[in-house]
């Protein structure tokens, strides 16, 4: 069958893009260490920030603005409140929160002296005039992420405030960039994952590889393709810079025969059955590394360099390379499949709205030449028929690729992007009723705490694996968005329970 | 393992061509990490990072020399197989090494941006499909440092923004601070 052929009959899988949560936001890291509060006279408050913060400067790289520096008596939990007012509350006292690292309890006592209630103000019982008292409370080192958790520590530890904006950034990606990066990828995204399975069932047909496929987009390309409101066909492939099977049968290891070799005639790799490590070639052969290794061969091939290509390509994988060549489509090879390309242009200039094309000539190559400023795999998606492994995920982040969508049937005990086990959906609770300001938050909350719960309850029964959520993890230099896409039919049984390799 | 104890040793010697193979990297423009593989007392294959040269961002030193020994040895020699390695390998490479049943990885100094043995995640005892391996660090991680100094204060002009890092001084402390670069093992 040819590529055009293969293109045509590509049924799109149905369902939705979702993005996969970060570590950071499925098991969020809660810090609680001691701090000082001392009961301050309420004229002298600003001035007491002020000589705190001179003479025990605080670190920059710790902010601790989601904790309230001053409490009155009547926002102090009640816990404290029973322990820090011993007599009547005294409207002229304030409560200030000393943060770590703590200084020396003398220092701070002789800083604050000046600062102490009037002795007949003083709302705890006979103690002399003009002394401090520290009092050691817990608090939470990390700033809330719901509102949810805001109200339980202000009403456990101490007043907190809740920002919605300042913390997710540093454990998520924007969510504006999220939400606008899976519109644009949710239309299309069936059609890529679709093909990505057509290439897995050539690399395992051919028997140099397991059933894994990986396609790669340049959303660039694609945007452009969408402004046609026209019937697509197969323009959605347009967009479509490289794809790649799974070849870890294909390597000819110490000069002997590959795994593909001594299997005779086509059809599935008999050691597909089973994990073998000896027999699984590496992880630069399965289909993402492979992937990225293609668009490196494309572009080293448009700066001159003629790669010695090692594994003989598929025709899915010819054909899309070939897109990539200096010499544009058609030269190479597969002369009788004209390139959808052109007719893509001719289409859209036809039409109503005249778009500059993103390359200036219809023979230009679709990926991006360095030129053009293409490095790596910056700014393109990666759509995978499984869950890449964990080297394969950390390949895509040096790859620097934006995106990689991957179906949750696919998801792989081996796994390198789940941040956490997959959940049936949680009922909608009646707690609609509940009028906070932000009820999403607290829904949040609540439905992670639901869903912590049944993750343990279902430990037992989901194979061993730990969830590394490697595409967006706050220790790493580079991130990618990560998507999973939830079929709305699911027949199959996931992969996590098959056969467990490196995908 | 003490590193001291250890430079004198075949270690030692192994990791010194390890360095060579950095310094070879950092001659062609390469970030300077090198790497043998060593079977049965002899090297049988060694790397260098070739990420710029191959516009491949995936193509770190410990693939090369796997793929150099591969071309002579069957995949089941690497469960025989220790790697001396410059840098502490990154995430990537960590389960790669996993997933090619390593025996053993001696590194120079840690990755605290990408580590996967130890810094940033520990694949090479977490929880897998295939067994782990054990680590020793800190042979000639000064010298591993050192040349990736050398490197991060040169401009990378394939970079798609070079930063320019024209007043930079080859900093040759070693204090007890935290090592931190943007290297990728």
Redesign the interface.
């Given at each position: 069958m040819d590529v055009q052929e293969i293109l045509r009959r590509v049924q799109p899988l149905a369902g939705q893009v979702i993005p996969v949560r970060t570590v950071q936001e499925a098991h969020p890291h809660e810090e609680f260490v001691d701090a000082y509060v001392a009961e301050v006279s309420l004229k002298g408050a600003s001035k007491v920030i002020k000589a705190l913060d001179s003479a025990f400067p605080r670190d920059p790289s710790r902010p601790l603005n989601h904790l309230r520096r001053f409490a009155k008596h009547t926002q102090l939990p009640d816990h404290l409140r029973s322990t820090l007012i011993k007599g009547e509350p005294s409207a002229q006292t304030i409560f200030v929160l000393i943060t770590p690292p703590l200084p020396d309890v003398e220092t701070l006592k002789t800083l604050l002296a000046p600062f102490a209630p009037p002795p007949e103000s003083l709302s705890e019982s006979s103690q002399q005039g003009g002394s401090i008292d520290l009092h050691t409370i817990r608090i939470p080192l990390q700033p809330p992420l719901t509102i949810g958790k805001a109200e339980k520590w202000s009403k456990a530890m101490w007043p907190v405030v809740f920002n919605p904006a300042t913390p997710r950034a540093t454990i998520a990606p924007p969510p504006q960039t999220l939400s606008r990066v899976r519109d644009s990828i949710n239309p299309n995204a069936g059609h890529y994952l679709a093909l990505a399975r057509k290439v897995a069932d050539e690399a395992e047909k051919s028997g140099v590889g397991r059933r894994v496929g990986a396609v790669v987009v340049d959303p660039e390309l694609e945007a452009w393709i969408g402004t046609t409101d026209e019937d697509l066909g197969t323009h959605w492939a347009d967009a479509i810079v490289a794809v790649a099977g799974d070849a870890r049968y294909a390597r000819r290891d110490a000069g002997a025969m590959s795994e593909s070799e001594r299997q005779l005639g086509l059809g599935p790799n008999s050691n597909t059955q089973v994990y073998n490590p000896d027999v699984e070639g590496g992880p630069e052969l399965h289909a993402l590394m492979r992937a990225a290794d293609l668009v490196a061969s494309g572009r080293r091939k448009q700066d001159g360099n003629e790669s010695v290509e090692q594994l003989p390509l598929n025709a899915l994988e010819k054909f899309f390379l070939s897109q990539s060549d200096v010499s544009g489509s058609g030269s190479s090879g597969d002369v009788d499949e004209p390139s959808p390309v052109p007719g893509k242009y001719q289409k859209t200039e036809t039409g109503a709205h005249a778009i500059i094309k993103p390359a200036d000539s219809s023979s230009a190559p679709r990926l991006r030449s360095r030129e053009h400023g293409g490095y790596l795999c910056t700014d393109l998606d990666v759509y995978l028929t499984h869950e890449p492994c964990l080297c394969c995920s950390m390949g895509l982040l040096l790859s620097r690729f934006r995106a990689v969508v991957f179906p949750r049937q696919g998801r792989m005990v081996t796994g390198g992007l789940a941040s956490e086990p997959v959940i049936a959906p949680v009922p909608v609770s009646a707690g609609t009723e509940e009028t906070h300001e932000a009820p999403e938050q607290t829904e949040d909350q609540d439905q992670h705490e639901e869903e912590e719960k049944m993750s343990n309850e279902h430990a037992d029964s989901h194979p061993k694996r730990l969830y590394y959520g490697l595409h967006w993890r706050t220790e790493l230099n580079w991130r990618a968005l990560g998507f999973e896409f939830v079929e709305e039919a699911t027949t199959k049984n996931s992969a996590e329970e098959g056969v467990a390799f490196h995908a | 393992m003490s590193a001291i104890e250890q430079e004198d040793s075949r270690h030692g010697y192994f990791m010194k061509q390890a360095l060579l193979m950095g310094e070879k990297a950092l001659e062609t423009g390469e970030t300077p990490v090198g790497c043998v593989l060593v079977y049965d007392n002899q090297i049988v294959g060694s790397g260098m990072n070739d990420?710029n040269r191959?516009?491949?961002?995936?193509r770190h030193a410990e693939?090369i020399a796997?793929?150099e020994m591969?071309?002579?040895?069957?995949?089941?020699t690497l469960r025989s197989t220790d790697l001396y390695v410059t840098v502490e390998p990154?995430?990537?490479?960590a389960?790669?090494l996993r997933?090619?049943?390593i025996r053993a990885v001696y590194f120079g100094c840690g990755n605290e941006?990408?580590g996967?043995t130890g810094s940033?995640?520990s694949?090479h005892s977490?929880?897998?499909?295939?067994p782990p391996y054990t680590v020793y660090s800190g042979l000639f991680s000064k010298e591993a440092v050192m040349l990736l100094r050398r490197f991060y204060i040169q401009e990378n002009e394939k970079?798609?923004r070079p930063r320019p890092k024209k007043n930079r001084e080859l900093n040759t402390r070693f204090d007890d601070i935290v090592e931190s670069y943007?290297h990728?093992a």
């Amino acid at each position: 069958m040819d590529v055009q052929e293969i293109l045509r009959r590509v049924q799109p899988l149905a369902g939705q893009v979702i993005p996969v949560r970060t570590v950071q936001e499925a098991h969020p890291h809660e810090e609680f260490v001691d701090a000082y509060v001392a009961e301050v006279s309420l004229k002298g408050a600003s001035k007491v920030i002020k000589a705190l913060d001179s003479a025990f400067p605080r670190d920059p790289s710790r902010p601790l603005n989601h904790l309230r520096r001053f409490a009155k008596h009547t926002q102090l939990p009640d816990h404290l409140r029973s322990t820090l007012i011993k007599g009547e509350p005294s409207a002229q006292t304030i409560f200030v929160l000393i943060t770590p690292p703590l200084p020396d309890v003398e220092t701070l006592k002789t800083l604050l002296a000046p600062f102490a209630p009037p002795p007949e103000s003083l709302s705890e019982s006979s103690q002399q005039g003009g002394s401090i008292d520290l009092h050691t409370i817990r608090i939470p080192l990390q700033p809330p992420l719901t509102i949810g958790k805001a109200e339980k520590w202000s009403k456990a530890m101490w007043p907190v405030v809740f920002n919605p904006a300042t913390p997710r950034a540093t454990i998520a990606p924007p969510p504006q960039t999220l939400s606008r990066v899976r519109d644009s990828i949710n239309p299309n995204a069936g059609h890529y994952l679709a093909l990505a399975r057509k290439v897995a069932d050539e690399a395992e047909k051919s028997g140099v590889g397991r059933r894994v496929g990986a396609v790669v987009v340049d959303p660039e390309l694609e945007a452009w393709i969408g402004t046609t409101d026209e019937d697509l066909g197969t323009h959605w492939a347009d967009a479509i810079v490289a794809v790649a099977g799974d070849a870890r049968y294909a390597r000819r290891d110490a000069g002997a025969m590959s795994e593909s070799e001594r299997q005779l005639g086509l059809g599935p790799n008999s050691n597909t059955q089973v994990y073998n490590p000896d027999v699984e070639g590496g992880p630069e052969l399965h289909a993402l590394m492979r992937a990225a290794d293609l668009v490196a061969s494309g572009r080293r091939k448009q700066d001159g360099n003629e790669s010695v290509e090692q594994l003989p390509l598929n025709a899915l994988e010819k054909f899309f390379l070939s897109q990539s060549d200096v010499s544009g489509s058609g030269s190479s090879g597969d002369v009788d499949e004209p390139s959808p390309v052109p007719g893509k242009y001719q289409k859209t200039e036809t039409g109503a709205h005249a778009i500059i094309k993103p390359a200036d000539s219809s023979s230009a190559p679709r990926l991006r030449s360095r030129e053009h400023g293409g490095y790596l795999c910056t700014d393109l998606d990666v759509y995978l028929t499984h869950e890449p492994c964990l080297c394969c995920s950390m390949g895509l982040l040096l790859s620097r690729f934006r995106a990689v969508v991957f179906p949750r049937q696919g998801r792989m005990v081996t796994g390198g992007l789940a941040s956490e086990p997959v959940i049936a959906p949680v009922p909608v609770s009646a707690g609609t009723e509940e009028t906070h300001e932000a009820p999403e938050q607290t829904e949040d909350q609540d439905q992670h705490e639901e869903e912590e719960k049944m993750s343990n309850e279902h430990a037992d029964s989901h194979p061993k694996r730990l969830y590394y959520g490697l595409h967006w993890r706050t220790e790493l230099n580079w991130r990618a968005l990560g998507f999973e896409f939830v079929e709305e039919a699911t027949t199959k049984n996931s992969a996590e329970e098959g056969v467990a390799f490196h995908a | 393992m003490s590193a001291i104890e250890q430079e004198d040793s075949r270690h030692g010697y192994f990791m010194k061509q390890a360095l060579l193979m950095g310094e070879k990297a950092l001659e062609t423009g390469e970030t300077p990490v090198g790497c043998v593989l060593v079977y049965d007392n002899q090297i049988v294959g060694s790397g260098m990072n070739d990420t710029n040269r191959s516009m491949n961002g995936t193509r770190h030193a410990e693939f090369i020399a796997i793929q150099e020994m591969l071309r002579s040895y069957p995949k089941s020699t690497l469960r025989s197989t220790d790697l001396y390695v410059t840098v502490e390998p990154c995430v990537m490479c960590a389960s790669a090494l996993r997933q090619y049943q390593i025996r053993a990885v001696y590194f120079g100094c840690g990755n605290e941006r990408f580590g996967g043995t130890g810094s940033i995640l520990s694949l090479h005892s977490d929880f897998s499909i295939d067994p782990p391996y054990t680590v020793y660090s800190g042979l000639f991680s000064k010298e591993a440092v050192m040349l990736l100094r050398r490197f991060y204060i040169q401009e990378n002009e394939k970079a798609p923004r070079p930063r320019p890092k024209k007043n930079r001084e080859l900093n040759t402390r070693f204090d007890d601070i935290v090592e931190s670069y943007n290297h990728t093992a």
